[in-house]
């Protein structure tokens, strides 16, 4: 049993002031407000949202690809081709590495788990691996060695287009037939098995592009009650590729054709017209954010006004990690919105601020998401934890929801002092425990691929 105390902390019906949380096993076991102090002492802490998704190799990519290619129009689709020809290089060993750094990195930014977006399988030229879920073993060997909660989302990838061409050269690591697939996810199971308690398991069929019909709704069957994630609508081309072979765009093609509800986590949703932004809110979903990625990639800009409006539940993810940064990613989609619309405090309602909604529907959203019984400091919750430095400049004076509106605004993640998963202490001091052995094998590895 632990106790942290909080000058103040955010409870599921608000700011409390001088908070003891107690947990044990993982979880939360008690929460009283007005409490003396005792136990480890915080300034302000929070849910820590889980980051619902992340292609962590793609990590050590991050400043290899902001040269313009021969294509005038340099785009998502060039920087993919990038991104095969890197991919190809990777060793196991090497995603085990990467993949380390990056749950670092996570868990210092005020990250409390981790969905892993996982569809990098195979050897190069796409060979199987004698074991076919090597790959997703050196992920969860990963989250052995930093602590932060997974959820494994093992990704089926079929085809390189809506027409069922085949996979390119850049395409065959990832590719498996339903069949194949049904194999991966057990060898996946094997390995979370030795991984805490509240590690999950769910499935991504890839896109609409990659998965067939028929494969699409087996996947939706091979774990009924955990996280089904899967990219929609992210790039215009992708929404005309999808009308022209199916009839519909994306996310109508979608509502019509699956039983869309709140285990279903959607990525980017960047082009959607009006009806499918409120068709989806509609269905309990998870629409999954990724701001920093979106605008790296030139993706486009979600609708959140409209999806809040309509009462839609949204997270955050770090997807190609090339910054990871919780406070960023929550103020570049802001920002976004503001941009579009000409406004300002967009997303603010009457009796909360805009950073404590950007926050507060992270923290749902994400743990929704990522099948983890997280997301607020209640009793009986997973202890998901993220402390804010109250001492800085920037805090001074600050409380309750302008405490957030200085750290997504004014701050960023090194007022992270703290963070918990499932009550694992992995961060202090703003460093997490293992911080530089996790570090020297990071950068020993993307030294070696670089020099290739």
Excluded at 75 to 102: G, K
Excluded at 104 to 123: K, P
Excluded at 194 to 212: E, F, K, N
Excluded at 428 to 433: A, E, I, L, N
Aim: one cysteine or more.
């Amino acid at each position: 049993m632990s106790i942290i105390y909080a000058e103040q902390a955010l409870l599921p019906d608000g700011w409390a002031q001088d908070v003891a949380i107690t947990h044990s096993g993982g979880r939360i076991t008690a929460v009283e407000a007005g409490a003396s102090p005792q136990g480890m002492r915080v300034g302000t802490l929070l849910p820590a949202p889980v980051n619902l998704h992340s292609h962590a190799f793609q990590r050590a990519m991050a400043g290899l690809t902001e040269r313009r290619g021969p294509d005038p129009r340099d785009s998502f689709w060039t920087w993919r081709q990038l991104m095969y020809r890197f991919l190809d290089r990777l060793t196991p060993e090497d995603v085990e590495a990467i993949s380390a750094f990056v749950q670092m990195e996570m868990a210092e930014a005020g990250y409390g788990a981790v969905a892993e977006f996982h569809y990098l399988h195979h050897a190069p030229g796409g060979t199987a691996y004698d074991n076919r879920a090597e790959m997703a073993a050196r992920v969860a060997a990963a989250s052995a060695r930093t602590g932060l909660g997974l959820t494994m989302l093992p990704v089926l990838y079929q085809f390189g287009g809506c027409d069922g061409r085949a996979l390119g050269p850049g395409q065959n690591r990832f590719g498996n037939t339903p069949e194949e697939f049904v194999d991966l996810l057990e060898g996946a199971a094997a390995a979370i098995k030795t991984l805490p308690a509240d590690t999950v398991l769910g499935v991504a069929p890839h896109s609409l592009r990659a998965v067939s019909e028929e494969a699409l709704a087996l996947a939706a069957t091979l774990r009924p009650d955990a996280p089904i994630h899967m990219h929609l609508a992210e790039q215009t081309a992708e929404v005309d590729e999808v009308l022209t072979h199916r009839g519909a765009r994306p996310t109508e093609w979608l509502l019509a054709n699956a039983d869309v509800d709140s285990r279903w986590c959607l990525i980017h949703c960047t082009q959607m017209e009006p009806h499918e932004t409120k068709g989806l809110a509609a269905t309990g979903a998870v629409a999954g954010l990724c701001p920093i990625t979106e605008s790296s990639l030139g993706d486009g800009i979600f609708d959140g006004v409209a999806y809040a409006q309509a009462g839609g539940r949204w997270g955050i993810g770090s997807d190609s990690n090339i910054r990871i940064s919780l406070s960023e990613e929550l103020r570049t989609l802001d920002y976004s919105q503001r941009l579009r619309d000409r406004s300002r405090a967009a997303l603010a309602t009457a009796d909360k601020s805009t950073g404590r909604v950007l926050f507060e529907t992270a923290a749902k959203g994400g743990a929704q998401a990522g099948g983890r019984d997280a997301g607020t400091i209640e009793v009986g919750k997973l202890a998901d934890l993220v402390a804010l430095d109250a001492s800085g400049p920037d805090m001074a004076g600050r409380q309750g929801d302008t405490t957030l509106d200085a750290f997504i605004f004014a701050g960023d993640d090194r007022m992270v002092t703290d963070l918990w998963s499932a009550g694992r202490h992995l961060v202090t001091g703003g460093r997490h425990h293992d911080h530089d052995a996790i570090t020297a094998a990071y950068t020993a590895c993307v030294t070696k691929l670089r020099d290739l």
